[in-house]
Structures are given as structure tokens and as C-alpha cells.
């Protein structure tokens, strides 16, 4: 056999061994145990309100998870705990909900605090909670496992479960996080001691053992064929001791970008679940969260969380909880729920962002959304076409020829060093205008509802209608405040910097280019369109004087030339 068939056998090899793994997630029944309440608020700037809490649990209900951590306590009261009142008070069904709770206490010369009850446990109790998930670092080097060995872990676990059946509830679901998961299967002493954990908690009565076991990734930086290699070991353990139906349920935080690709490796290779946010937001660069985890696995053909969690929910849910934990939309560039997620930047496939194929599974048909057209030097004419219709209605001025020639300015524009963007309605309208078209009224009505949100934008807005309303002022009463000016006053008032003369043939051309209404005069919506989008494309614009030159020497002008060259 030549070298090269070695090559391709290996190659086969290998592909047999990773379709074992995509035919584990296709037919994954994938339990979520949602983290939205907590992992999002973990190191945010702004942490959650009680508002805000209410909120996000409304937003995972919609998309069908049942099963949600809503605590982690402290010696502090904090919102966690008014918000887990709450529940109880509004008939919220508590047997569903999780709270976080130490697994020992403090440690002291090597070993653990296994005395004093887990303030954790204590609270629960109060707040009617059932469901414990016992936190434990089992490489922790600050404990002396000579001294704490292994025997003392299993029956201490031991002695919290039965605590869990006295006083909580009976069929207390508990669970047990390895926090250091990651770390400690680094080291061939902490994998053996994790195991053998795993093992004891396995071979309990069946009415005693855990609901059962989650673990994170806390570093972001394992690769995920390690991970997987360390998901399969505990699965393995948990599977030759008749603990098959055991949760193995994963979380993994993100810092060199493998979360997403690490959590799939791990329900892969045994993990049947996620405890994860609907949202990436989380611990230092956030999380893999359940949205894109699910998404990932239903593209792959999984049919089970079709049936088990509301999925087209995902994310609208997932932009819901990014907005009230941050206060801003997701990355526009965030898988499944990014605003450019769902974006057709070419009108050819075989590439990330072009045509789906037949058998290809297409994101925004499964969301039930039009995919935006991407308009860039890239877009063929039939996308900018279908933009502009999209954007402002099937106009028979919106050709295909004309979509040509805005393909043209946009590469032209580059080519004079003017870098904008032509995707917004904005953009797209202000380009169509300067390739040749003539803006319509149904066209500014369209961007008269972009509403501006930057504060020194807004000031900048409201000094230019000063203005405009100074020389209304000055028109005849019948006409004072009716948001037109006529031509000499508009001419007068803002033009006259840029034309030298009023009554030039080609000014007062260019002032009927302006003028969609054909109505012989300027209305504020007319002007305002192209402040907006002076603001839009050059956002750093200083003061008044710096919006009117851009709005004319960069929007206005030109248009008004191509206007001409038209006619």
C-alpha cells in the first residue's frame, strides 16, 4: 500500500470515529438545566435586579426549560434570595427550580469544615427549595487529601444526600458540580480520586444516588478532543456501574474561543446535557450557552429537543436576556442570535453566509425570518435589489439596472478613499439616490421612523432645526410651522455655503433633487433624512457646522449631481 492510501486509510479512520460522535448528538436526548438567572449576572458590570430576574425567567419559560438554577446564596441576603421568595409566593412550581450549595466549608490545615451546615442548605430549607447542586474541588491543593482522603469525601456526600431526603423533600433531585473538573483531570492523582468519586456515587441504592453529576470548564483553554477523552472516562464509570440513566451534564466557560466546539465534544462522548444560559454572557468572555448548543445539535438533524424545549424561541430569548443583563443588543457577529447571524452576504453557495443548499439546514427559514441581503462589493445586483424592496416596498424605479450602478458608486467610493456602509436603510437609500434614483416619499417615511439614539447626535439634531426653524419664522404666517421651507429660505439658511449662486440653472435643479414631494418646497423629513444619515455613516461628526458640510458635500451634492446627469 502506497503512502498515500496509508494516508487516506488513517483519514477514513478517523471520519468513522467522529460519525460515531455526530450520530450520538443527532439522537441525544439533551437535558437543559438552565442558567440563565445565574450565569449571566457572574462578573457583569451591572448585576441583575429583582426586575431583571423576573424578566429572564419569563424569557427561558417560553422556550419550554423546565429545570432552572435559581440561586446561589451567601451569608448576605441578596436578590437571589427576594426573588426565590417570590416564586414560592406567585405558586411557581418549586420542585423544577436549583439552588448552588457549598459541598464542605471553610478549610482549615488541610481539611474542610465538615461540621457546620452549608449556609446553602440552610437557606434552601427556608425558601421551600429541594434541589441541591453540591459544589466540590476535588484538586483543591489548599486541602491535604491524606488527610481528607477520598473514604471521607464518598461519606460525607453520603450523609448530605440523606440530609437532602430528611429536609428538603424525598425525591429531591441533588446534584454534584466537580467545579475543578478541568483542572484536576489535568493531574493523574486528582483523575483517580474524581473517579473513584464518580464510582462510589454510582453504586449507591437507587433511592439514595444523586440526580446526577455536572462539571465545568472554569479555564476556557482545553481542547475539546481532551475534554471529550475526560467526559467519556466519567460516562464510562457511570455506565459499567448501572448508572447509565445518571445526568452528566456540562458547562464550559470561554477565554481562547473553544467553548462552543469543547461543549459539543463532551455530549459527544457522554455527556447528556448542559447546564448553561440562554445567552453567552457569563464569567470573563462568557460561556458555550444552551442557544447555540441546541441549534448546533438540531442542524445535525437531533429531532428530540424539537419535541422536548420550544426551539424557535432560542433567539429571540437569547437576544432578550443579552439586552437585560448588558443593557445592549448581542455582537452582531454572535452565532444563532447575533443580528448578522442570519445574513446572506453572496448570492452563490458553497461558502458561510452564501445560499443554502437543499440539504443544508437554513437558520433564518427555521426562525421564520427573511435572511437580510448583506450589501457590500460582494452583493450581486439581484441582492441589492432585493434589499431595497425589502426595505422599502416593490417600487418599479427599483431595477435591476439601477442596482447595478449602485454596485458601481460602492466600488467607486472605495476607490476614492470614502469608506461607508449601504446595508441600512440609510445607507441603501442615500446610495440608491447617488447611483441615479430619485428618493421617494414612501422612501423617507420609511427612515423618518430610524429614530436616533446617541445623545450628542440628538443635540446635534435638535441646533440644525433651531436653525431651520429661525428662517421659518420668516416665510409667510399662512406657511410658519408647517415642517417645509421654500426654496430661498432653505437655499439661504443651509445651502448657500456650498452653491454660489441661487439662481443658477443647476442649483435650482438640484434643490427640486431634493424635493420627493415635488411640492416646490424642502420638508424638514426631506432634509432630516440625510442628517440622520450623515450622523449614521460618519459618527463622530463634532459639531453642527461638521454635519451640514458632510450632509452636502457628501450626501446632498452628490445626489443632486447624479440627479442631473440623469436628466
Not at 423544577?96 to 452549608?118: K, Q, R, Y
Not at 424561541?313 to 437569547?318: K, P, Q, S, T
Not at 429661525?470 to 415642517?483: A, Q, Y
Amino acid at each position: 500500500m502506497s503512502k498515500i492510501s496509508e494516508v487516506i486509510a488513517e483519514v477514513d479512520a478517523t471520519l468513522a470515529r467522529q460519525a460515531e460522535e455526530q450520530k450520538r448528538l443527532c439522537e441525544l436526548d439533551c437535558f437543559v438545566l438552565d442558567n440563565s438567572l445565574r450565569e449571566s449576572t457572574v462578573g457583569a458590570l451591572r448585576g441583575h435586579t429583582l426586575e431583571n430576574k423576573w424578566k429572564i425567567y419569563e424569557e427561558v419559560k417560553r422556550c419550554g426549560f423546565k429545570n432552572v438554577i435559581v440561586a446561589a446564596f451567601s451569608h448576605n441576603t441578596r436578590v437571589d434570595d427576594h426573588f426565590v421568595r417570590q416564586l414560592a409566593e406567585t405558586g411557581e412550581n418549586m420542585s423544577t427550580f436549583f439552588a448552588f450549595s457549598e459541598g464542605w466549608g471553610s478549610i482549615s490545615n488541610g481539611e474542610p469544615d465538615l461540621v457546620t451546615l452549608p449556609v446553602g442548605l440552610d437557606k434552601m430549607k427556608t425558601l421551600q427549595l429541594q434541589n441541591p447542586i453540591f459544589e466540590i474541588d476535588l484538586g483543591d491543593s489548599r486541602i491535604d487529601w491524606k488527610k481528607f482522603t477520598v473514604e471521607r469525601v464518598n461519606n460525607l456526600l453520603q450523609e448530605r444526600i440523606k440530609w437532602v431526603k430528611e429536609n428538603l423533600a424525598v425525591d429531591g433531585k441533588v446534584l454534584i458540580n466537580y467545579r475543578d473538573f478541568s483542572i484536576a483531570m489535568l493531574d493523574p492523582t486528582t483523575t483517580h480520586r474524581i473517579l473513584s468519586v464518580t464510582e462510589f456515587l454510582a453504586r449507591l441504592p437507587a433511592d439514595m444516588r444523586p440526580f446526577g453529576l455536572i462539571f465545568e470548564e472554569p479555564t476556557g483553554k482545553n481542547f475539546p478532543a481532551q475534554l471529550g477523552a475526560w467526559t467519556a472516562a466519567v460516562r464510562k464509570v457511570m455506565n459499567v456501574n448501572d448508572w447509565s440513566t445518571g445526568k452528566l451534564l456540562v458547562h464550559v466557560h470561554e477565554k481562547w474561543g473553544l467553548a462552543e466546539a469543547a461543549q459539543l465534544a463532551c455530549l459527544g462522548n457522554g455527556a447528556n446535557g448542559v447546564w448553561a444560559g440562554l445567552c453567552a454572557e457569563g464569567a470573563a468572555l462568557g460561556h458555550a450557552c444552551s442557544s447555540v448548543s441546541l441549534l448546533n445539535l438540531i442542524r445535525l438533524g437531533n429531532k428530540k429537543v424539537l419535541e422536548r424545549y420550544n426551539c424557535a424561541e432560542l433567539r429571540r430569548a437569547a437576544m432578550r436576556v443579552t439586552e437585560i443583563t448588558s443593557g445592549k443588543p448581542p455582537h452582531p457577529k454572535q452565532p444563532v442570535y447575533g443580528e448578522r447571524a442570519l445574513d446572506m452576504a453572496f448570492d452563490f453557495g458553497g461558502i458561510s453566509g452564501g445560499h443554502v443548499g437543499k440539504s443544508d439546514f437554513d437558520l433564518a427559514t427555521f426562525f421564520g425570518e427573511e435572511p437580510p441581503q448583506r450589501i457590500s462589493t460582494l452583493a450581486s445586483a439581484h441582492m441589492i435589489h432585493e434589499r431595497l424592496t425589502n426595505l422599502f416596498g416593490d417600487l418599479d424605479i427599483f431595477t435591476l439596472s439601477i442596482a447595478e450602478e449602485m454596485k458601481k458608486v460602492m466600488i467607486d467610493d472605495l476607490t476614492h478613499n470614502r469608506k461607508e456602509e449601504y446595508m441600512s436603510t440609510m445607507g441603501l437609500a442615500v446610495l440608491f439616490d447617488r447611483a441615479g434614483g430619485s428618493l421617494t416619499e414612501s422612501m423617507r417615511d420609511v427612515i423618518e421612523e430610524v429614530e436616533v439614539e446617541d445623545a450628542h447626535h440628538q443635540h446635534l439634531l435638535r441646533k440644525v432645526r433651531e436653525m431651520w426653524d429661525t428662517w421659518d419664522l420668516r416665510e409667510s404666517v399662512e406657511l410658519i410651522g408647517d415642517e417645509c421651507l421654500e426654496f430661498d429660505s432653505f437655499y439661504n439658511g443651509f445651502m448657500a455655503p456650498y452653491f454660489g449662486c441661487f439662481r443658477c440653472d443647476d442649483t435650482r435643479k438640484g434643490l427640486m433633487a431634493i424635493d420627493m414631494d415635488s411640492d416646490g418646497r424642502v420638508d424638514w423629513s426631506e432634509f432630516s433624512l440625510y442628517l440622520k444619515w450623515a450622523l449614521h455613516q460618519y459618527p463622530n461628526i463634532k459639531d453642527v457646522d461638521e454635519l451640514l458640510s458632510v450632509t452636502f458635500r457628501k450626501g446632498i451634492i452628490p445626489a443632486m449631481r447624479d440627479e442631473l446627469l440623469t436628466k
